[in-house]
């Protein structure tokens, strides 16, 4: 019937039913619903399939189109919320003419999620709105902000007035010298919080830790290693200035600054990264190796295991869930509570990580090769969302779901934004709701129903971009590969060489002392415990 996502059954009869032709608001559904005076039953016991304890089943709904009217059946307002999208689309396809037809729909996955990236790229509100409803047309019910970089702090944060007066505005970017800034204040988010409630969509802060919080440091210099004076980045790349985790007053600040992440976001979630930090600071930092001695670590690893946990720690006590990137090892003392996000296939290559899912991880499936909207989309195409498997073998139970994620530093707008995100994530849509088996989905079927769903998207203000996938000639996408990851050409490298050896000139000599005292002290203290035993 030309729904994406497609439902779960749907029966089709003869007939159709008549309804005025109208404009479908979706920001008011309960007026749209009250106008096509459809009957809307809210049963507790209510769902659909064989468990009415499934936590997804609370999103199921029953549709029934017939000569007396419109019937809608759910467990909660996310059904009844879902039942209108799915016959917005019918109205919008048919022409008022809804054919008559029982459709019973569940989701797939608990979380369905998309990610948007304004820490490199300030996006309006408005325009956010627009991805928000974007989303909800998909039944996509969470939508995560990433919204401290490198390049950008984004959240206003009142303990901390420099984080946007300062860490908001970089001075360029990897391919023009203009400069770039904005930042959301705390009445902003509430104002999206609310809006995405609207849409059963949760919307959940990242706030990237100890990695990614060049912006962080260049406001509050203490919160590096060495208290060096740097600007917000400019330049896309993986920065080695990262927050010292030896300090306490790096621990202040963290929490300090979640205390108003969790007042402002109500939602069950908090994600802290934790992805691309490179230790070159924390091995000749005199605070990181005190802390280190301390706590009995015996690397720079474990060193951010236990940063990690005190986080992790800190926001279980203010009754939130921790998600983090899965590039950061769990073999050593992490949390085992926090929620994995993989970007990377863990089946292939991520052999411990498989190991701790085996025993209970819970985890989100990002998969790059299938969900990274900003790669090139001959790269990742359409097909591959619609074909992606994020279930790991042998870790069937732990998986929650799939996220999109556009990340932004080739995204500098909302027009591109759409671009890159429609059509792939009609395809990863239905991937994250429809419940079909690899061997049952059938791509040609779902190409037709696209050219169909692309129409509604026009209608509702959204262009979608070509998704003919003609061959491409290898060399051809070898060189538009090259092209897209063109910014390790770019001086930046060459920038993190230079001032790596500096830093280590400096800073290593310096402390060289200090920190083999501090490892003497360790292996003293260790030889007396072992005596006394």
């Known amino acids: 019937m030309n729904i994406i996502p497609s439902p779960l059954s749907c029966e089709c009869k003869e007939g159709a039913l008549r309804v005025e032709k109208f404009t479908l608001s979706q920001d008011d559904y309960v007026n749209d619903l009250q106008r096509l005076n459809a009957k809307i039953e809210l049963s507790p016991e209510f769902f659909v399939g064989p468990d009415s304890t499934d936590p997804k089943q609370n999103e199921a709904y029953a549709l029934e189109i017939n000569k007396d009217g ?34 019973e729909d569940k989701p797939r996955f608990e979380y369905r999620g998309f990610m948007l990236d304004v820490g490199r790229y300030f996006m309006p509100v408005d325009n956010i709105k627009n991805l928000i409803r974007l989303c909800a047309m998909h039944k996509i019910n969470k939508f995560r902000l990433h919204i401290t970089e490198d390049q950008g702090w984004r959240m206003e944060i009142k303990k901390y007035p420099l984080l946007t007066l300062k860490g908001s505005i970089r001075k360029g970017t990897n391919f023009s010298h203009k400069q770039h800034s904005g930042f959301y204040t705390q009445a902003q988010i509430r104002q999206l919080v609310e809006y995405c409630r609207n849409f059963n969509i949760e919307l959940i802060p990242e706030i990237d830790m100890p990695g990614h919080s060049r912006a962080a440091i260049a406001c509050y210099p203490y919160l590096g290693c060495f208290d060096r004076d740097l600007p917000v980045a400019t330049h896309w790349g993986v920065k080695h200035d990262i927050l010292c985790a030896g300090k306490e007053s790096t621990y202040e600040f963290v929490k300090n600054v979640l205390d108003e992440v969790c007042e402002v976001f109500d939602s069950r979630y908090v994600h802290i990264g934790g992805d691309e930090a490179p230790k070159l600071r924390w091995e000749i930092c005199p605070h990181c190796q005190k802390k280190m001695a301390e706590e009995g670590l015996q690397n720079e690893e474990q060193l951010q295991s236990y940063f990690v946990n005190r986080l992790a720690e800190y926001l279980h006590s203010k009754g939130k869930e921790v998600m983090m990137w899965n590039e950061f090892s769990p073999t050593f003392m992490t949390d085992k509570s926090i929620v994995r996000q993989f970007w990377s296939n863990p089946s292939k290559d991520q052999t411990a990580i498989q190991d701790e899912l085996r025993q209970g991880l819970k985890y989100v499936n990002s998969d790059a090769n299938c969900c990274y909207l900003d790669l090139p989309e001959k790269n990742v195409t359409l097909k591959k969302g619609y074909f992606f498997n994020p279930v790991v073998e042998g870790a069937e139970n732990g998986i929650l779901g799939i996220e999109a994620c556009l990340w932004s530093e080739y995204v500098p707008d909302y027009k591109k934004a759409v671009r890159l995100t429609l059509p792939r994530l009609c395809a990863l849509g239905e991937n994250m709701w429809t419940d079909i088996p690899s061997d049952k989905k059938n791509y040609d079927d779902f190409l037709q129903r696209l050219d169909v769903h692309s129409a509604y998207l026009k209608n509702n203000g959204y262009k979608v971009s070509d998704y003919s996938e003609s061959p491409t000639h290898k060399i051809k996408k070898f060189f538009e590969w090259i092209w897209f990851n063109r910014r390790p050409l770019h001086w930046e490298g060459l920038h993190n060489a230079v001032d790596n050896a500096h830093v280590k000139r400096t800073y290593g000599k310096k402390y060289k002392k200090i920190i083999a005292d501090i490892k003497a002290d360790v292996d003293k203290n260790t030889s007396d415990k072992s005596d006394l035993q």
Request: glycine share 2%; aromatic share 18%.
């Open 70 to 103: 419109i019937f809608i059946k759910a467990r909660s307002q996310a059904g009844v919320f879902y039942a209108y999208t799915t016959l917005s689309q019918l109205i919008a396809n048919y022409s008022c003419d809804i054919p008559y037809c029982s459709i």
